[in-house]
C-alpha cells in the first residue's frame, strides 16, 4: 500500500512527522513536496527517490538505485537495490528489495542452476552478525510478507579496482604488492570456509563482490542471495568463483586473448585450449607461460582452474592446504 497522506496507511509516523525527519536531514529548503509512504515493496519499480518505506517501524528516504558491476554491466541498473537513510539515526543504508531471477551457469561440462533467494541472504546475514569478513545487515519483512534486507553502507573500493592501480608493472606487482594480497586472499577463502561449514554457500563469488571497509580497513563479502544447486558438489561453485579470483590476482588483472593479440604479443603461440579459464574461455588461466616467474606451486593452484584440469578442489580447506605451500622470492 502506498500514499500520499499518513492517514491513508497505518504507519508509527505522520505525513507531517515524516517530512519534518527528511528537514532534519536534507534541510528545511529540500524537503520534497510530495512523496509515497510505503509498507508493501512487492512493486519495487513503484518505489521511487525521496519515498519513504517503513519496515520494522523505521522510516528510511530512499536515494538512488545502484549499479550491477558485473563484467561488462557497470551501467546496468539494479532497481531492487536501493541507497537509502534510515531517519531515525541518519545512517546511510542499501535496501535490497525482493527480486527473483534464475540463470543457468556453465562451468566446462557442468551446469549450475542459480536462483536469488531473498530468505537464503537473511539466513547469512544473521549467521554472520559481527564477522569481519562479511557485510553486515539486517532483514525485515514488509507489510506483504517480503523478505527485505537492510544492509550497513560499507565506504570503500573495490577488490578488484584496488589491483587494477597497482598492477601496471606486472613483475613489480608481483614481488612488492601480490605477497601481501594473497594472504588477505586466504582470509576471504577462510570466511568462504565459515560458510561452507555451517551448510551455506555464498552463490555469486566474484571479484567485485569484496569491498574493503575503510572505516574498519577489512575485506568483506557482499551480495550472497544467489544459491545454486548441483549435484556433484554442493560448494563447487563457489569454489571455482575462488579461482576466477585467484587468477585475476596473479595476473593482475585478466589476460585475455584479445589483449595478447593485440599487443601482437609472442606467448599466443604457446598457449593452447587447455590453458584457458574453464569459465571464460578467452582469459590464460595457465598465467607460468606469460610470466615464467610465478613459481610451480602458485601456477598448480591456477591449473585447477584451467579447461586442462582433471583434478578439482571439493572444499575450501584443500585450496587453503595448496596456498600455504606458495612461496614468492624476488
Known sequence: METQAANDVETPYSFRQLQEMIAAYLGPDNVPRRFKIITDTSDFFRVDYNDVVILGGVPYLMRNYTREGRFGLDDEPKYWVRKAIDLKNREAKIIKLVFYEEIDARVGDMVFKCVRSPGKEAAILEMVAGHRNFMQGIAISDTAGNIVRILDFIQGKRFDELIFKLAGNHEEFFYEHLPGY????????????????QGQKHGDIRRDHILLDRKTDDYRWIDFDYDYYHAANMFGYDLFGL????????????????????????????????????????????????????????????????????????????????????????
Open 243 to 330: 579461482g576466477n579470483i585467484l587468477v585475476f590476482l596473479v595476473g593482475g588483472g585478466d589476460i585475455t586473448v584479445q589483449q595478447l593479440q593485440a599487443n601482437e604479443s609472442q606467448h599466443l603461440e604457446k598457449l593452447s585450449p587447455e590453458d584457458m579459464n574453464i569459465i571464460f574461455n578467452n582469459r590464460v588461466a595457465n598465467i607460468q607461460k606469460i610470466y615464467p616467474y610465478v613459481p610451480d606451486a602458485l601456477n598448480y593452484i591456477l591449473l585447477h582452474f584451467s579447461n586442462g584440469a582433471n583434478l578439482y578442489y571439493e572444499n575450501t580447506g584443500q585450496l587453503l592446504e595448496d596456498l600455504e605451500e606458495v612461496r614468492i622470492n624476488a
Open 182 to 197: 594473497l594472504a588477505i586472499y586466504g582470509k576471504m577463502v577462510k570466511a568462504i570456509g565459515f560458510l561452507h561449514d
